[in-house]
Every structure is written in C-alpha cells, then in structure tokens.
C-alpha cells in the first residue's frame, strides 16, 4: 500500500501543503449578498470595462491571478504551476485569462467541482515534490453561462423554482510548500454518479448524490466520526440539493445536518430572488477564497471539509436527451497540520 | 530547489513510471492510413451504432477504456485515476465515456495537447505516491468536431490548404509505479503562447511557436544535447506548422530536422486528401498509443521527445476576434529508466 492512501479514493498528505493566500472579486449581485465584506473586490458592472462577457470573465481571472499572488507575496515567477479552469466552451475564460501570465499551465475541467479538483491536483504536485507554489483559480459568469447552456438574456426567460443562479466571479488560492496554513491534510476524489436526472433546471437533485456518494467514501477511507469536521460545506447544490444530500447522508448512517451547510446557500439572500441558490465555478471559489478561508485564518473554522460539486452536462448532451453526469470533490482544509488520522 | 525539478518547467523523475499498455481504437479514414496495422481496431462506421456523432465518440472512449486496461492485465478496480479529455463542449466525451467505470476521475482541457497533459499529471501522481496505476485517456472525432468548431458536414465547405484533419479515434494508456517500461522519464509543462494568429484554419502556424517554446525550455532545462531524441515527435502541427517549428528552433540553435516528425503528419497518406495534415486530441494519442509505443517497446525507439501541441481557441473566441492561445507539453519516454540528466 502506498503510504499516502487511505482506502480507494482518499489520499493523506503526509506534509500538507499550506493555504497561503486566497483572494475573491465578485460581480455586482454577489457584491450585494451576505458575504459582501469577505471579497476582495465587486465590480458594479458586469461587462467591467470589455466588450463581451466572455472576455469580462478572462478579466475577473487575470485579476484574481495578480491579486491572489501579490497576497501570498510571491512574485509571478515564483508560481511553478497554474491550474485553472471555467464552464466556457473549450475553457476560454481560463486560456485567455491567463495568457500573460507566462507560466506553465494545467487546464481543467470539472465543471463546478474545477476549484477542488485544482485544490487536489496542486496539492499533490507539492506533496509529489513537483512545486513549491501552485495556483489555482476558477471563475464564472452569470451573463456568459445563460448564454451557452440556456436561453439568451434578453428573452427573459421565467426560471422554476429549483432553478439556480450562476454566480459572477472568480476565486483563487496559492498553495504552498511552507506556510502558516490552513493546510490540505486529505483528499478525495470522485467518482461520476448519474443517478438519471435529466432536468437542467434541477442540478441540486442532480448533484446530491454524487456529493454524498464522495462524502460517504471519505468517511468510509478515513474512518474518522462524521462530526470531525466543523463544517461539511458542498459547492452549490442549493436548497433542494442540500435537503436531499442531508437524506442521502442520514440513511447511509451519517448524521451531520447541523454541519452541512453550501457555498450556493450562503452567496446570496433569500430576498435576492436567486430560487434554489448559487452555482457556477465560481459560487464554491469565491465563497471559500472569501469567507470560509477568513474563518479558518481566524480560528473561527478549525477543520472543513470542503466538497465542490459538479454537472458534467452540455447543452449538446442535454439536446440528445442525455442524463447528467455528476462529479464531486472532498478537501479536507485544517488550521493545524493534523495528526495521524 | 525540490529534487524533481530542473529549471523552471521541467521535472526529472526520481523513479520513473512504466507506461505498460496502450490501446488505440480509430475510424474509418484512419483506418486505411499508413499506420493502420499498428491500431487496435479499426470501426468502418463514423457512427459505430450509436444515434449521434457525440455518443460515438464516448463509446471509443469507454471501448479503449476496457481495452488499455484488460491490456495491462489489471482488474478496472486496479486503477486509482482516471485523467480525460476531449475537445467537445464542456468535455462530454470523456465524460459520458467514463461515465460507468465507477472509478476517481479528473478531467483536463488541453485542447489537442491533453494526452500530454494526462501523461504528466498521471506520472506526477505516480511518482508523488498517489497511485499505482493511472488511466490517461483521450478522443477526438471528425464529424463532432468540423459540426462544432467550423460548418456543417453537409454543406461540404471547401478548406483552404492550411487546414488540418481531425483524427476520429481514442488513445488511452495505462501509466504504473511498476512494470518493464517503456518509462516517462522528464516532463516539461508548456506555458501558453499566443503570436497573434487569427485563422483557426492555419493552426499549426499558431502552434509551432508554442511548440519551440516548450521543445527550448525542454533542452535549456535540462541541459541535454538536442540529439539526444532518436525522436522529437510533435502532436499535429501538419505541413505548415512542422516547417515553422524547424525554423524557429534552428534560429536558436537547436537543430534538430532529421529527428523532428509529427503525428499529425504520420497518421494519414498525402493521398488521402487531408491538406496539412490530421489534427485533433485523438491525433497525438492514437499515433503513440499505436505506433510509438510499438517502436519503444521493440526497441527501435530508445529515447523519444513526445510533445502534443494544443489550440486554445473556440468558436466564441473566434468570433470575437481574438488571436489563438497555444500550449505544447513535453514528454521524455525512454526504453531504460535513465541516467542522472
């Protein structure tokens, strides 16, 4: 067995790389939410400054890339790796927003589960001895995803009730060798789940199982009590997501309900009339790069685990009658090194 | 400096992965090119019984899935990873491809350069103690690709001479902490690179300076004398592209013509009416997973450079007008595990 393994999906750092930065710019509508003074910036227009959401969204990762490295007080070049990646079409958000930046580059995609999947991927190219610092950003765009994956804006399309509301904004964290953390201590990768739902408009209902699925393994590698974790936070299952995981979770013997909490239930207020909450790339990347690591920074979080989720779908396989493919990332995220668990 | 690392974007493995299987299914054109007999299977079909030319391209996916692995004699459980990507929208290939394989997944976009990309993540892993066995798997299809990126099949567009071919077929490769070779022995992550071109039909103009930038950054890294390849095997720069790349690297003093081929170029006769050549990500994957890894595991290959050449572009991007973004990963694949170089 290797050293690093803890049953099938999860892995144990052995030297757990350390959070040292983490920087959030948001659009206008996440600017007027509840975590409105954990971001580091909010733009009060959604184009901010080009000609297309597209390149807006490139805009928001190139910013966050500067920002997120000036934090960690890192020179540019000093990053050995960038891993990033978005909903766009052939992940251009990504490509172009950090073009410039002169640095060798993963691109990924996950589709909102991509900010844990780089959380994974950097964290083991340090553990692996491959980096001393890796970035890793994702973002979104409300105005850019309707656009590609339902009806143009200017229709004014009504939403159902379980309909969610794809943040604007991008997040990123530098991880690093050696810091002060909150650290990476584990890591479990998921698996597809696609348990049949085939309502784009319903990707709560689609995603909760694969978050509980990832959850369950992560217990079930580590064997550590459910309530180890001061919080279990998903990426933006949303309300009817949430409730079905918390189901899922206490039929398979995993009673957290009052630790479940999720990125797209805490962005917005109810009155923002966002229905079932935020999704999108961004809404996990923003949340943690805002609030949740300001928490852990303070002591206010010891231990979370951070668990991203992800629809794999595409309009085209949403045309041709297609399910959805979902995918989920757990993070476990201390203030301590950790112990031997 | 971390023991890996050699110069800013190169690593050298301390103890070398074994790629031990590679398994290549491809269509029909491919099938009757000049390197036909080294693939798996051949389909005659573009639809290979499914009801569109997306689902096809998953199921080659999922069909080299099962093949790469009953090749490496290993159980489908035996895998730790599985690292995929395609070039259609939102990746739904590998998605729906390994949709069933029930096993911890990471999808990656690296446009045509993603088997690189899945080659040095797959290793990393390895090497970091993450996994024995890792899955590196890609696809490309003509037909969903010309319906997404360009026109219609059925409008029968006339192609200007620059315009490349995209390979219908999947690659995959079983990368493992142990077994007999051949093994990865150095990778080098390229940066993105972007000179300004504009024609997404002259995408091996685009491409060759990203490709001479990693091929450089590879020997200066390194420090290895440019014959150090028996081979330097791009991914699909085509006729144009290649006849760039031997410029822009003699102009720096690397000169290396004789060794320099690409895959693009290999997989199709002149005769088959593919202009500069094939392209697409199941072109770099399918000419290693065949032909290469034959010649390395025969020993008429000893040392090669493999180094699939993306395009960062997409249809939106293209219609905004912007330039096309590249980036080229390098792969060392040696017969030994290698000295200290």
Chains 1, 2 share one sequence.
Not at 197 to 226: R, V
Request: glycine letters at 12%; charged letters at 20%; proline letters at 4%.
């Amino acid at each position: 067995m290797l050293e690093k393994k803890v049953g099938k999906q999860t892995s144990r750092m052995q030297n757990p790389p350390s959070i040292n930065a983490a920087a959030s710019i948001v659009g206008p509508k996440e600017g007027k939410g509840p975590l409105a003074d954990y971001f580091d910036q909010a733009v009060d227009d959604e184009f901010w400054g080009e000609n297309s959401w597209e390149k807006a969204e490139s805009k928001f990762m190139r910013e966050v890339l500067a920002k997120v490295t000036a934090k960690a007080s890192l020179a540019m070049d000093a990053l050995d790796f960038v891993i990033a990646g978005d909903l766009l079409n052939q992940c251009i958000a990504a490509s172009f927003g950090i073009r410039e930046s002169n640095l060798p580059f993963f691109g990924i995609y996950g589709a909102c589960s991509t900010i844990g999947e780089a959380m994974q991927l950097g964290a083991a190219l340090i553990e692996g001895g491959f980096a001393f610092n890796v970035a890793c950003l994702t973002s979104s765009h409300f105005c850019s995803a309707e656009k590609q994956f339902r009806f143009p804006l200017e229709l004014g399309s009504q939403r159902p009730p379980t309909a969610q509301w794809t943040v604007t904004g991008s997040g990123g964290l530098i991880l690093s060798l050696e810091g002060n953390g909150p650290y990476i201590t584990r890591i479990t990768t998921g698996k597809i789940v696609d348990m049949g739902i085939k309502d784009q408009n319903n990707m709560g209902a689609a995603m909760a199982p694969a978050a509980a699925d990832t959850i369950y393994a992560h217990f079930e590698d580590t064997g550590l009590p459910p309530d180890y974790y001061d919080m279990v936070v998903t990426g933006d299952l949303g309300a009817v997501g949430k409730r079905i995981l918390d189901d899922l979770l206490s039929s398979n013997g995993i009673r957290i309900s009052r630790l479940l909490n999720d990125c797209g239930l805490m962005i917005y207020d109810m009155k923002q009339d966002v229905h079932s909450g935020g999704s999108g790339c961004g809404c996990a990347a923003v949340v943690f790069a805002g609030f949740l690591y300001d928490r852990l920074r303070k002591g206010k979080l010891n231990r979370i685990l951070f668990v991203p989720t992800g629809a794999l779908l595409s309009p085209t396989s949403v045309q041709q009658g297609e399910s959805i493919p979902c995918i989920v990332h757990a993070v476990a995220i201390e203030s301590s090194r950790g112990g031997n668990q």
